[in-house]
């Protein structure tokens, strides 16, 4: 069965640092998200992604985050200046329709601590 | 902005025994999504309805649009349903998820 894939499953950083969170979507679909649920607390929706653009993001995607399609089949989300309360779990998902209309498929998660 | 509600936070059942999680939300929605989520972290899309009723295996989501409310049906509960189950909800022409906080799911043999 399809199945989306994220790297890594644990990355820990120091405070201040990049990091560069990927996913490898299902290969037929077109609809991408980042989701990240901090500890205890519930899932927050950060970004959808579409026709290679943003098509929503909320408040908390902030200019510390971007999202990219690099090369057709990756889709990642960077983080430009780790702080701690940026250590979370980051899920990503695709669906073939957007997420009104289709079905969502996540990734394992990955986890990032921020020193 | 849209809350969404789900009730009860814990549950534990017994091994066989029927069970109902809730979700309440505050404005119209386009759809409405049953996610589980495993103790190791993975989140598994159970349903997605914007209407009516939709059952696979022992699972049963229905949801009534008048009332803003969404029910989320075990049959004959087992231990490997164990896990957070989660209601989360999308805007008319929106790709934003909004996420309840998620029902914690016991099932003792």
């Known amino acids: 069965e399809p199945e989306v894939t994220q790297t890594p499953s644990h990355q820990v950083t120091q405070m201040g640092q990049e990091v560069i969170l990927r996913c490898v979507p299902i290969?037929?679909?077109?609809?991408f998200y980042w989701y990240r649920q901090i500890l205890g607390q519930k899932v927050e929706f950060l970004v959808s992604?579409?026709?290679?653009?943003?098509?929503?993001k909320s408040e908390i995607f902030d200019d510390q985050f971007s999202v990219e399609r690099p090369d057709g089949s990756n889709f990642t989300l960077k983080i430009r200046s780790t702080k701690l309360e940026d250590s979370a779990m980051y899920f990503c998902?695709?669906?073939?329709?957007?997420?009104?209309?289709?079905?969502?498929?996540f990734g394992e998660g990955s986890r990032l601590t921020v020193l | 902005k849209n809350e969404v509600e789900q009730s009860p936070q814990n549950l534990t059942a017994q091994e066989g025994e029927f069970i109902t999680i809730n979700c309440s939300y505050s404005v119209g929605i386009s759809a409405l999504h049953w996610l589980q989520q495993h103790p190791g972290g993975g989140i598994v899309s159970l349903f997605m309805?914007?209407?009516g009723k939709k059952k696979h295996g022992r699972l049963i989501a229905t949801i009534n649009i008048q009332e803003k409310h969404s029910s989320l049906h075990i049959t004959a509960s087992h231990p490997r349903d164990s896990a957070v189950y989660i209601c989360a909800i999308s805007g008319a022409g929106s790709y934003q998820l909004t996420f309840g906080k998620g029902t914690k799911l016991s099932v003792i043999p």
């Open positions: 290969s037929n679909h077109l609809y």
């Open positions: 992604f579409y026709n290679n653009e943003i098509s929503e």
């Open positions: 309805l914007s209407s």
């Open positions: 998902a695709s669906s073939e329709d957007g997420a009104n209309t289709g079905e969502l498929f």
